[in-house]
Nanobody, 130 residues
Framework: QVQLVESGGGLVQTGGSLRLSCAAS????????MGWFRQAPGKEREFVAA???????????YYADSMKGRFTISRDNAEKTLYLQMNTLKPEDTAVYYC????????????????????WGQGTQVTVSS
């Protein structure tokens, strides 16, 4: 079992920044794919970003097109924490942001659909005012 707890959400003005954190506990491995999704009211949950293991201590990150250049995902395996740095926020970024983990991952796995993830956090609200 893996437990994920997000934090760091809040209210921010357009153009502002927030950093989300996701603390993992339980059976987590540095090779697990870790990702962020978001869900706005009345919309489906959508992929934001994820980080996958390549080899040794090397990981790569991939993003949804609308987040490239504004969001940065990172992980601290020693602290079992996943981060999402969000800059230049827009009102359309308003959503509940979820952390997710995919166990039994292979190197370089690219996982962008929610049903491919095994564990989820409870979410943290991000609201961007115009």
């Amino acid at each position: 079992q893996v437990q994920l707890v997000e934090s760091g959400g809040g209210l921010v003005q357009t153009g502002g920044s927030l950093r989300l954190s996701c603390a993992a506990s339980g059976r987590t491995l540095s090779s697990d794919v870790m990702g962020w999704f978001r869900q706005a009211p009345g919309k489906e949950r959508e992929f934001v970003a994820a980080t996958a293991w390549i080899s040794g201590s090397t990981y790569y990150a991939y993003y949804a097109d609308s987040m490239k250049g504004r969001f940065t995902i990172s992980r601290d395996n020693a602290e079992k924490t996943l981060y999402l740095q969000m800059n230049t926020l827009k009102p359309e970024d308003t959503a509940v942001y979820y952390c997710a983990a995919r166990t039994n991952s292979s190197p370089r796995d690219k996982v962008t659909t929610s049903n491919e993830y095994d564990y989820w956090g409870q979410g943290t609200q991000v609201t961007v005012s115009s």
